[in-house]
């Protein structure tokens, strides 16, 4: 056995015999370029999903100057505090407007730098080139990263592995020279990833794992070296609560109870892996499954728990002769945690984005793996069996992520995909419903909405369909029937802010001025995000200057500008005071 270790321990040090770094260099680059390319069928795809709010509708990044500097860094955003990622996309607008072909080239060049760099970085830390270069390969090629890098709004994934990867170069350099320009260039680039998006808070427990392997240098004075890069993970976290909760984004363990949270998360890591060795189908958003809702139900759960158990005994048993099984293993595992549901954020129970760094820790273990068993099995064979393996695997993958990319183009592309693989998700049929109603199809988009009312048991997601229904009927002029779908709505929900204000609003339109302002009222007497009390604030302003009642619509401006200090709510406090005198 210490044969064994001091073999294996030679085979990955940095000494090792290794090839040039100039030929490092061309083979990254070429992997760069390559994991660019498979992403063409999306260049000319148009803002979808959640790009209106966060880049196109943003009424924050429009601009690009000191006031938009000082905004990312002081405020949050539809529950999001990430400066970085929208300054790059204030960037972007200023650069490229609505050209869409602009905002994603950028996501397409970070992604090419991170499998690069990411070549590179492996290269620099275990000196074994090959292995390195297959696993940033199927970092570059594998269609799970098709979310973070073909949707516009996926910025903050490929920005903050960008930062991650510089970080890990930094910590080589730090770890071999200890220079101490290395350890700040660490901080500043991990404090640069978290600002780009907080899912970063492991990075000190990654480095651990590499001093662990392959660095070999895990010890007291390793770990006391990153307190401070924890008190930054620490700040972070503490950041993101405090922006989550301020717009309403956490789910309260009412509503998703801490027990199933736990269960979800084991069968999310088990649905991870298998999409890691099987992508397809892939779909933008995972509903919360109730467990009954699996293909195999009764083996969910405790199947998921005995696979977990299983690999985790497994690579723990081969940490002596196999360090990177064990180092793999705990990188997937650990990247995970910030975003596998114990903190449930919005009602998703998994998502393709999550997994763009976690991903990394597999592929270091199936590589070097394979690596290892063909240098005991067919040693004068190794490379050109490695390189054919290589090739066989990841022209398959580079041909999915070519085909995934291609549903990226439109909304209507991309859900219509959606609901061939999840045809009961409310939320997929309430995108493709709006994506539908924008192109002037109200009839197909009245039609989505109407199944979401007929087969869904979820109250919230009725109520919904029916305050979707009833904005396109109006769209149509259809303001009687429009009021009929929400009163149905406020009687399935009536704490919901943004329908009962939508039915006041309908009612003001009819007529009904009485019933209106009381609705106004019910409205802003309710517990919603601060983001939907000022639109109800901002409706009442316009109701009360209809009426003449110019002082109180002041006062109602006032405090929407309180709740939500954006353009929309200035331009309506500027009118009020016109019309005040």
């Known amino acids: 056995m210490e044969q064994s270790n001091r073999s294996t321990e030679s085979a990955d040090s940095p000494a090792a015999v290794r090839p040039g770094a100039g030929l490092a260099i061309a083979i990254a680059v070429a992997v760069g370029v390559l994991s660019i390319l498979v992403y063409l069928p999306a260049a000319r795809g148009e803002f979808v999903w959640d790009d209106q709010h966060y880049v196109s509708g943003n009424p924050h990044i429009q601009r690009l100057g000191a ?13 999001n505090w990430h400066p970085l990622t929208w300054l790059s996309h204030a960037l972007d607008l200023r650069l490229f407007g609505s050209n869409t072909t602009g905002h994603h080239a950028v996501n397409f060049i970070l992604h090419g730098l991170n499998s690069a760099l990411l070549l590179l970085a492996l290269f620099r830390l275990t000196g074994r080139l090959g292995p390195s270069a297959a696993v940033a390969l199927l970092f570059g090629l594998h269609p799970l990263h098709v979310e973070s890098v073909a949707w516009i709004t996926g910025r903050k994934d490929v920005l903050s592995m960008f930062f991650f990867v510089i970080a890990l170069h930094t910590h080589v350099s730090w770890a071999r020279q200890r220079h101490m320009w290395a350890w700040i260039a660490t901080a500043a680039a991990f404090a640069a990833g978290l600002a780009s998006k907080p899912m970063l808070v492991t990075f ?18 390793a770990v006391i070296e990153k307190i401070p890069l924890f008190v930054l993970s620490l700040a972070s976290s503490v950041i993101t609560v405090i922006s989550q909760a301020a717009d309403s984004s956490l789910t309260s363990l009412q509503v998703i109870g801490l027990a199933m949270r736990v269960q979800n998360a084991m069968v999310a890591y088990v649905r991870y892996l298998l999409k890691i060795f099987w992508p397809t189908p892939l779909y933008p958003y995972y509903p919360y499954p109730s467990l009954d809702a699996d293909p195999l139900t009764f083996l969910a759960l405790p199947g998921s728990a005995a696979l977990l158990g299983v690999l985790s005994w497994y690579v723990w048993r081969e940490r002596a002769r196999s360090g990177y099984l064990l180092f793999g293993w705990l990188f997937f595992i650990g990247t995970l945690i910030p975003v596998i549901g114990l903190v449930q954020v919005g009602r998703q129970s998994m998502a393709d984005r999550y997994v763009y760094i976690p991903v990394i820790g597999i592929f270091v273990m199936l590589v070097w793996a394979v690596d290892a068993a063909l240098a005991r099995w067919v040693p004068d064979a190794r490379t050109a069996i490695g390189a054919a393996l290589l090739v066989v695997v990841c022209l398959p993958l580079g041909f999915l992520t070519w085909e995934q990319a291609k549903f990226w183009r439109s909304s209507e592309s991309l859900w219509t995909h959606a609901i061939e693989i ?33 087969q869904s048991r979820d109250p919230q997601d009725v109520a919904h369909a029916r305050y979707q229904s009833a904005m396109v009927l ?51 007497a309710g517990n919603g995000s601060a983001r939907d009390l000022a639109q109800t604030q901002r409706d009442y302003a316009a109701f009360l200057l209809a009426g003449g009642r110019a002082e109180e619509s002041v006062e109602a401006c006032r405090r929407a500008v309180d709740l939500a200090p954006i353009p929309a709510s200035f331009e309506a406090l500027a009118i009020a005071l016109v019309r005040a005198g």
């Open 474 to 524: 109006k769209r149509q002029n259809r303001i009687a029937d429009a009021l009929v779908e929400l009163d149905a709505a406020v009687a399935a929900t009536p704490y919901r802010v943004d329908i009962v204000g939508a039915r006041a609003n309908t009612m003001f339109q009819l007529g009904r001025l009485e019933e209106a302002e009381a609705g106004y009222r019910e409205a802003l």
């Open 67 to 79: 006031e938009t500097v000082a905004w990312t860094f002081s405020q949050s955003y539809i529950g």
């Open 422 to 454: 999840a045809p009961r998700s409310a939320l997929t049929r309430f995108n493709l419903g709006n994506a539908l109603a924008r192109r002037g199809d109200f009839d197909g988009a009245l039609e989505q909405f109407r199944i979401v009312v007929d």
């Open 204 to 221: 000190p427990f990654v480095l651990l794992l590499l001093d662990y392997w392959p660095l070999r240098r895990l010890d007291t004075r």
